[in-house]
């Protein structure tokens, strides 16, 4: 086997028992598709998220993570990319044409919800080439949007899952170790930004990050029914400097401890991180049940 078997997947133990349901899953799949397929196992391992609703797309990319290591055969993918592949050729391939000035001349600047297979596609092109860590895809609840301006692409940026742990979060919020697992669904992460390398707009991030906020917080609600309370992101601070979260008046509350998101066992060698985070509503503390 390429890697060894989690422990836990979707937030629920998992192991040989885990394993062993899905193995048996598959085998009586007969003929169905791989989301459906995803769809029994979510309900039998019990990937549900807080408001009772199926863990689908964080289920399609553990299934799909178990594929490609080798513990399990998935069903052939009906539309012939198993995820591996992007669906289609990329709509309105941005043109690399150089963009100067100032934010305040671009009226009209908007943020587009990437809904359609086309738009998801281009957006996830536009990461994978230009975006420094590279075409790793989101999971879990997210929500995703293509900048543009006068019919151009400008960049691209995306919100996902939380942190699981993250000390100088926790300790900031004053979250105890239940209240973080109860309630670590209305934390969102910014886990994606870019502003194309042709663009140089001044001030256009943090305008992009303020937008993004106030459309993040009735698309989550809407898509998800979740009253997402706080926003948090990671800044490289060896190749960022933080600059366009600050002047969007993110606070820095800290550094990560340089290890990824499922490293129980301490062994990552990943770059330390500063910590920002924005709250979204004035009373978030309260909402997210801190212990201070």
Not at 53 to 68: F, Q
Not at 84 to 91: E, F, I, K, L, T
Not at 229 to 237: G, I
Request: hydrophobic share 40%; proline share 3%.
């Amino acid at each position: 086997m390429g890697k060894r078997l989690p422990l836990r997947l979707c937030g629920v133990a998992f192991g040989e028992g885990g394993l062993r349901v899905v193995r048996a899953e598959i085998a009586a799949a007969n003929g169905l598709s791989r989301a459906e397929v995803s769809r029994r196992i979510c309900r039998r391992l019990g990937w549900i998220d807080e408001q009772g609703r199926l863990k689908e797309m964080s289920g399609r990319v553990a299934l799909l993570a178990l594929h490609r290591s080798g513990w399990i055969e998935l069903p052939a993918p009906r539309n012939g990319n198993g995820n591996a592949q992007r669906v289609g050729a990329p709509m309105q391939w941005p043109a690399p044409v150089a963009l100067e000035g100032s934010v305040e001349q671009l009226h009209g600047l908007e943020l587009r919800l990437v809904e359609s297979k086309a738009s998801s596609a281009l957006w996830n092109t536009l990461i994978e080439r230009y975006h420094y860590i590279g075409g790793s895809r989101l999971s879990g609840h997210q929500v995703r949007y293509l900048i543009e301006w006068d019919g151009r692409v400008l960049g691209a940026i995306g919100f996902g899952a939380a942190a699981l742990k993250l000390q100088a979060r926790d300790r900031w919020i004053g979250w105890t170790d239940q209240e973080r697992r109860r309630l670590r669904s209305r934390v969102v992460n910014n886990r994606r930004f870019l502003i194309l390398p042709w663009v140089k707009v001044r001030n256009l991030a943090s305008r992009v990050l303020a937008m993004s906020a106030r459309a993040l917080l009735g698309e989550y609600e809407r898509r998800y029914a979740i009253g997402v309370a706080l926003l948090e992101t990671f800044v490289e601070s060896g190749r960022f400097s933080g600059s366009c979260y600050r002047a969007a008046n993110w606070q820095y509350i800290g550094q990560s401890a340089g290890r990824g998101r499922g490293d129980r066992e301490h062994r990552g060698a990943l770059a330390r991180k500063d910590v920002y985070v924005y709250p979204l509503i004035k009373e978030f503390r309260e909402v997210l049940g801190a212990q201070r």
